[in-house]
């Protein structure tokens, strides 16, 4: 399970990092660019809680993500020099995000609900290929 996971956690980090260096260059439009991003940072969050609390139920899990998500969505409403300054790196535009949008919070939530399809699939998936492993 913990497998799993982590090849999720490592596809997720990778496709981000792929929409945001190459999105544009591969034509995708600006909507799939802008908000795949943070639908894909919601997936990171889901998987991350996963791997910190792999024995909590997925809805349980899905509920930290999402406050954790409009959190730090909320927490660019503050505004203060040193962490505008942050904000303007590269891992505080990851991590944090430069400006508040609510449509963010949508593409969280949509994240998180793939996120739990995503991850049943795949521990459902991972614990078929354990079993067929075991009786051969």
């Known amino acids: 399970m913990l497998i799993a996971r982590a090849c999720l956690r490592l596809s997720l980090v990778i496709s981000g990092l792929a929409l945001r260096g190459f999105g544009f260059g591969l034509g995708l439009p600006a909507v799939i660019v802008k908000y795949g991003g943070s639908v894909l940072w919601a997936m990171m969050a889901f998987f991350l809680i ?18 954790i998500a409009m959190g730090v969505e909320l927490f660019r409403l503050i505004h203060t020099p040193w962490l505008d300054t942050f904000r303007l790196t590269l891992a505080g535009a990851l991590l944090l995000g430069r400006l508040f949008s609510p449509w963010d919070m949508l593409a969280y ?27 051969g």
């Open 109 to 135: 939530g949509v994240g998180i609900v793939l996120a739990m399809l995503l991850d049943r699939f795949a521990m459902s998936g991972f614990g078929r290929l354990r079993r067929h492993a075991g009786t």
């Open 50 to 67: 996963a791997l910190a609390a792999s024995y909590r139920s997925r809805k349980s899990i899905a509920l930290i993500a999402a406050s």
